[in-house]
């Protein structure tokens, strides 16, 4: 199983921006789908943006137009930059990892511990 490492998150103010950043322990990062889910307060986990092996991505609605989903295959990390940050995205963020791209929770196999995102109005 691929440990996965999340870093990033914080306390921020409505409007404003954060990077997180996912570090994979394995060497066949670069084959893998990675993605970003969240996990609000009192809610189901959701998805947020997968980006496949060759650099291609998808997005939930809500983060369309203010997040970006990236990645480094030499650094085995994906990165999630997030702007123009709403109280309604505070949430647990988890990064996780799949064999094909999905926008689906459950086709991912490993996850991290996740990040706490806050956004303050």
């Known amino acids: 199983q691929v440990q996965l490492t999340e870093s990033g998150g914080g306390l921020v103010q409505a409007g404003g921006s954060l990077r997180l950043s996912c570090v994979a322990s394995a060497r066949a990062f670069p084959n893998y789908a990675m993605a970003w889910f969240r996990q609000p307060p009192g809610k189901e986990r959701e998805f947020v943006a997968v980006i496949s092996p060759s650099g291609g991505t998808r997005y939930a609605d809500s983060a369309e137009g203010r997040f970006t989903i990236s990645r480094d295959n030499a650094k085995n990390t994906v990165y999630l930059q997030m702007n123009s940050l709403k109280v309604e995205d505070t949430a647990e963020y988890y990064c996780?990892?799949?064999?094909?791209?999905?926008?689906?929770?459950?086709?991912?196999?490993?996850w991290g511990q996740g990040t706490q995102v806050t956004v303050s109005s």
């Open positions: 996780a990892e799949s064999a094909f791209v999905s926008l689906n929770a459950r086709d991912f196999r490993s």
